[in-house]
């Protein structure tokens, strides 16, 4: 049977996001509906809306919901009626990146995620009795109601039924970015200092991770001053502003090299001077969106001499099934405190929530779309 939802359509950047009456799909066996209590915004929606990214227009966006599953396919496993799940991006589940639980690196990412459709071409969502885009991260979730599918939903753990559902949306993407960018992918060493360029979500994600970790110094470089505050309140031993000689004041504080420089901005001549803060065996991990025609250099013998390495980084390594309810546990243990982050709307307000994102006045601004 088909669902009447209301669902935020956007059209581009030149219009308003606005809510209208969308019809969703019957179930396929692998999927589920669910009902969304919250979701989260992030930069990548904004990317979508500016055409930077290829997915088709006018599309539903939105991929950090988290809701109540009303419905599952026959051959859904990972959820039931009435459960509480969080989503995030989608994945194949059959392809060489997948066969090692390295779901990010997905062969069919673009298919699974950004093509509007389901990866067999067909329409999860109607307007007006014709297809509209959606499946946006196999969700779509700035909607009343969203069709996922069983790889991209993960059930809530009984440990965290106290939890707001709307505190967790956002765990999905940007926060388990820089967490599995600091715990799984670089694997950062206790007592090796590392520094986090930008302090958005994932920035600030990557700080909470390296006290976790037990990383010192943890230095955060941006140029917003409030957001070098917070960082410090999340774990940041030293705060640099960028525009005041962040490069010479870690030099001065390590000396004898970064164990990682983490980079979220995305700016090519900033990673390359950050580089060459590493010290022997140092890591220059990547998760800034970048101009798609930038080139990065480096002085080749440094490269090899001293076993430096450059590892681009997506959605931090994350495994969903084993790392969002990993973070949850730290969240719970007050070691990962993303609520410091958030800011909420209602519904109604997702244009004004991202613009608040925009003008940096929020770090993660989340929509409450229904009561939970
Ligand atoms: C994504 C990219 C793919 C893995 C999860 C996170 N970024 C979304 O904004
Ligand atoms: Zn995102």
Not at 165 to 187: F, N, S
Not at 225 to 243: I, P, S, V
Not at 273 to 291: H, K, Q, R, T, Y
Not at 305 to 313: A, D, E, F, L, P
Request: hydrophobic share 45%; proline share 6%; glycine share 10%.
């Amino acid at each position: 049977m088909t669902t009447q939802a209301q669902a935020a359509i956007c059209r581009g950047n030149s219009v308003p996001f606005s809510i209208e009456n969308v019809t969703l799909d019957d179930l396929r066996p692998d999927e589920l509906r669910i009902r969304i209590v919250a979701c989260g915004v992030c930069h990548t929606d904004m990317a979508v809306r500016d055409e930077q990214l290829p997915v088709p227009l006018p599309v539903v966006l939105g991929h950090e919901g988290a809701g109540i599953v009303e419905e599952v396919g026959s051959a859904v496993t990972v959820a039931k009626p009435g459960d509480r799940v969080v989503m995030s991006f989608n994945s194949c589940g059959h392809c060489p990146s997948c066969d090692v639980h390295a779901p990010t690196y997905c062969y069919n990412f673009f298919p699974e995620n950004w093509s509007g459709v389901r990866p067999d071409g067909t329409p999860t969502m109607f307007m007006d009795g014709k297809p509209m885009n959606a499946n946006f991260f196999g969700q779509s979730s700035f909607a009343t109601h969203a069709i996922a599918h069983q790889r991209n939903v993960v059930k809530v753990p009984e440990s965290a039924t106290a939890l707001p559902l709307e505190r967790l949306a956002p765990i999905g993407c940007g926060l388990m970015t820089g967490a599995g960018a600091v715990l799984r992918a670089m694997k950062v060493r206790a007592g090796m200092p590392i520094a986090v360029f930008g302090t958005g979500t994932v920035g600030m994600a990557a700080i909470m991770a390296a006290k976790i970790a037990g990383a010192n110094p943890i230095i955060a470089v941006d140029v917003n001053d409030e957001r070098l505050t917070l960082a410090k309140e999340l774990g940041a031993t030293h705060a640099f502003n960028g525009r005041d000689d962040a490069f010479g004041k870690i030099r001065e504080l390590v000396p004898q090299g970064l164990g990682y420089v983490f980079d979220t901005t995305g700016i090519n001549s900033l990673i390359q001077e950050a580089w060459n803060l590493l010290a022997p065996m140092g890591i220059c991990g990547i998760v800034g969106a970048s101009d798609p025609a930038d080139n990065l250099t480096f002085n080749e013998a440094a490269f090899m001499g001293g076993g430096r390495r450059v590892m681009g980084i997506l959605g931090g390594d994350s495994d969903l099934v084993t790392f969002l309810p990993e973070l949850i546990e730290h969240h719970l243990a007050g070691r990962f405190p993303f609520e410091k982050l958030i800011g909420y709307f209602d519904f109604s307000e997702i244009n004004e929530a991202i613009h608040a994102s925009e003008s940096g006045k929020v770090v993660k601004p989340v929509l409450r779309i229904s009561a939970e």
